[in-house]
């Protein structure tokens, strides 16, 4: 029997509330399956551990991560730690310390979900967000000069390295390529004349050596109003990290909701452990009420799942969704319905259940 040892850091807010449900899930999978197995290890990093400790993890946490097969995450940040230090000394530390330089957001109106526009169809909204991970505007590159004087300066610099650069570039290429799928880069070049001149160059270049992907180009903002205008234009699609962040929101909003969007933040070269999470965050105004959504965790069990070879676990995941969406009893409140964030989780649990057994008795 194969063992998957994965890191659990639940987190802050509804973090832990989302993550139980997501384990719930990933451990009856491996039940029904009884060919691998799940072995969680949890640690109690985030802000409440900063205010017993003064740090959001332990000194060495890196190093008592990075054997895992995987983390599993659930979000970061509360009221009382402000944001730049529990999100830099957790969530963002481990995206870079681990080099996951791609974070992968699917954006895909499943059967059921609600989009906030009108009358679109679900197949147009079945976009693929490749955003890069470690550097650009999330560089952490500045300097704060004459603080509270009149001369106060701040400086906030965007890295892109053609290191970084080309390799999420031609890592969405090779995903195009795969699929069959246009690829679309978004970059801001007539603004940002070196960063996003640079970016645009790069795609260029590296569009040369996938001449069968038909590739698009658009600026960021006007991308923002595509992504709501006509959606279906959309397939894959390479951006920075800060567009990636703002645009993937966007997309959660036209795709169901913030409750079900996931995201997977990957270090493609397998050297370090890849980590899964929901896009939103810890969301301190519905916290320990059993309000949270815990689909978008669910979902990023998908993505993990996917990860390890289980492409069927990890489609079986999307369709029991849809089914629980279909049903629309068992919705938590974000999505119209009553139902706590553990009933949806065990219902999930008992649709992948049936699914999974009706699959393998034929
Ligand atoms: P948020 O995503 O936490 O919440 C935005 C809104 O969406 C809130 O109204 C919230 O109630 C709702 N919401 C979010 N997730 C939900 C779910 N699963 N079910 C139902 N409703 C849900 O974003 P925010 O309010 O901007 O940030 C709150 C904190 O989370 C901040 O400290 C921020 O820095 C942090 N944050 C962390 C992550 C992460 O850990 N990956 C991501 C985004 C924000
Ligand atoms: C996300 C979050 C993070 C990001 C924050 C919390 C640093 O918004 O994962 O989308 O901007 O990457
Ligand atoms: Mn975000």
Same mark, same amino acid.
């Given at each position: ?252 909003? /036209? +795709? *169901? ?6 995201? !997977?933040? @990957? ?8 980590? &899964? ?8 105004? /519905? +916290? *320990? ?6 689909? !978008?965790? @669910? ?8 990860? &390890? ?10 369709? *029991? ?42």
């Amino acid at each position: 029997m194969k063992t998957y040892r994965i890191a659990v850091i639940p987190g802050d807010g509804i973090g832990p509330e989302v993550i139980n449900e997501g384990v719930k899930v990933l451990n009856k999978i491996a039940e029904l399956d009884s060919s691998f197995e799940f072995d969680f290890t949890y640690f109690p990093w985030g802000c409440e551990f900063y205010t017993k400790h003064g740090k959001m993890m332990d000194d060495d946490g890196i190093d008592q991560l990075k054997d895992f097969a995987a983390i599993y995450l659930g979000a970061v940040g509360f009221p009382g730690v402000p944001d730049h230090i529990s999100l830099w000394d957790l969530l963002l530390v481990i995206r870079k310390s681990f080099d996951q330089y791609v974070n992968l957001r699917p954006v895909q109106l499943l059967h059921g979900a609600h989009s906030a526009l009108a009358n679109v169809k679900n197949d147009e909204i079945d976009m693929l967000f490749i955003r890069e991970n470690t550097e650009g505007e999330y560089a952490g590159a500045g300097d704060w000069l004459f603080k509270g004087q009149d001369n106060e300066v701040v400086l906030q610099n965007a890295v892109f390295s053609r290191k970084g650069t080309e390799r999420i570039i031609r890592y969405a290429f090779e995903v195009a390529k795969r699929e069959g799928k246009t690829l679309t880069s978004i970059s801001k070049a007539n603004a940002l004349n070196y960063s996003m001149v640079f970016w645009d160059e790069v795609f260029e270049e590296v569009s040369l050596d996938y001449p069968e992907v038909k590739t698009a180009s658009y600026l960021v903002d006007a991308a923002a109003m595509l992504m709501i205008t006509d959606p279906k234009r959309f397939e894959i699609i390479v951006t920075s990290n800060l567009f990636g962040d703002i645009l993937t929101d966007v997309g959660a909003a /036209i +795709a *169901g909701g913030i409750g079900l969007a996931a995201g !997977a933040n @990957i270090n493609p070269e397998r050297r370090y452990p890849s980590m &899964f999470e929901p896009v939103h965050g810890s969301a301190p105004d /519905i +916290a *320990g009420k059993g309000l949270s959504n815990p689909l !978008a965790t @669910i979902w990023s069990a998908s993505q993990m799942l996917d990860f &390890f070879g289980y492409k069927e676990y990890g489609k079986a995941i999307a369709s *029991g969704i849809e089914e629980l969406l279909s049903t629309k009893e068992f919705l938590t409140p974000d999505m119209g319905g009553t139902a706590t964030t553990s009933e949806v989780g065990e219902k999930m649990v008992e649709i992948l259940t049936s699914q999974i057994k009706r699959k393998v008795l034929g």
